[in-house]
């Protein structure tokens, strides 16, 4: 790391700060592209000289660029560490959190949306093709979205998160990244519709893998995927975008895929589709139900996963698995995720699904979810759809 040293000198009653050593070419870079490449263009083929940067300075302050407050406007200062300035599809495209997907060039116009979640910012950077929505209708899934994470967290956890949306032949996929910055590649069929993309649930999913810290996933892919996996239908009927009795329908049928077979390790050891997502799935489940009942309703999951996110633990970060449940255990009292890390994670003992359902008092008839209140976790049950 450098460090940095400032100049501050005043052009128009406009303050400009250069960074000295090798700051001042990232910023030199950054307005030459803007001013002799044009706003849309994100590749440079080199940083400029310092002859260069002086001369981009003086034509920027001549052209007003860079100017103070004229006249019937307010003085503008300069934003604190907190602020989070628009993006433009040149600046995104020319980022870290981009430039990590390492995506084949797209001929045509770029476009960004950028969108407020409390304190964060949600940048949405759209590829020059058309889509069954709009800007508009993409802008509002993901705002949507967002803003279910955010309530379950209590803000959203990442100050910046870049959405890139390209295309793809049908249908949506995601991915989300985060060695270079948190961001989510949304791949786009031409058919996938406002109302489609909204009742489906890989955008939530994804922004959940967000919100939690990368983890070796040689051996413990299962823990955020089934994670994202246990979370997103809690998030959406939380937010109202999902009702109860989809939540526990899919669960009922299918949660029993992520049972262990025979030869099963434990999930560290046993990568299977199955038990990856599913088997992850119930891994939190169990979670968050033992903490509620061991701690009388004080605490759950979410407070664990709130405590982790509050100390770092975001995609941008990578965490052993100690520090996580260590983290997690502390926020709600308890060993608990420790303790049953220790049983399913390492050993393939097998969660009494028959009899977790009969406790919590929900079964499938037919197609119909059937609940039963006199249940002994009937209270437990429903804690987790509303707190």
């Known amino acids: 790391m450098f460090r940095e040293c400032f100049a501050m000198f005043s052009v ?26 044009g706003p ?31 006249p019937g406007q307010p003085a ?22 981009y430039r990590q997907w390492e995506l084949p060039e797209i001929a045509g116009v770029w476009r960004a949306r950028s969108i407020k979640q409390d304190a964060a910012v949600i940048d949405l950077l759209i590829a020059p093709r058309t889509f069954a929505m709009d800007d508009d209708a993409l802008e509002r899934w993901v705002h949507e979205a967002a803003s279910g994470v955010a309530r379950y967290y209590g803000t959203f956890p990442v100050s910046r998160t870049l959405v890139v949306v390209v295309g793809a032949d049908s249908g949506l996929n995601g991915i989300t990244r985060g060695e270079q910055g948190a961001s989510v590649l949304l791949q786009l069929g031409a058919d996938l519709t406002e109302e489609k993309a909204r009742s489906g649930w890989i955008l939530t999913h994804e922004l959940l893998h967000v919100t939690f810290p990368s983890l ?36 009922l049928r299918d949660a029993a895929r992520g049972l262990p077979e025979s030869n099963d390790q434990g999930l560290d050891h046993t990568p299977t589709w199955g038990r990856t997502y599913w088997g992850g799935a119930l891994f ?29 633990g975001t995609v941008t970060a990578t965490w052993t698995i100690e520090r996580l449940l260590e983290t997690g255990d502390k926020a709600t009292e308890t060993h608990v995720l420790s303790e049953l890390y220790r049983l399913r994670g390492q050993t393939p003992a097998a969660l009494e699904l028959d009899l977790l359902w009969r406790k919590l008092g929900v079964r499938l008839q037919g197609e119909r979810v ?12 429903v804690g987790l759809t509303v707190q």
């Open 284 to 312: 939190w489940l169990e979670a968050d139900l033992t903490i509620r009942e061991q701690t009388g309703g004080r605490h759950s999951l979410d407070d664990a996963l709130r405590a982790i996110a509050r100390n770092g």
């Open 370 to 381: 059937v609940f039963d209140d006199a249940a002994p976790w009937a209270e437990l049950r």
């Open 40 to 70: 849309d263009s994100h590749r440079m083929r080199k940083a400029p000289t310092w002859f260069e940067f002086c001369w981009v300075t003086l034509i920027l302050a001549s052209v007003g660029a860079c100017r103070g407050p004229q």
């Open 76 to 97: 503008i200062e300069s934003p604190g560490p907190a602020a989070q300035p628009a993006s433009t599809a040149a600046s995104l495209l020319d980022s870290p959190a």
């Open 216 to 251: 070796d996933r040689r051996r413990y892919a299962w823990v955020g995927e089934g994670l994202s996996s246990y979370l997103e239908p809690l998030v959406r009927v939380r937010a109202g975008t999902l009702t109860v009795d989809e939540l526990w329908r899919d669960l």
């Open 12 to 37: 128009r009653g406009a303050a400009i700060r250069c960074h000295c050593f090798d700051s001042w070419r990232v910023w030199a870079h950054r307005r030459w592209t803007h001013l002799v490449a």
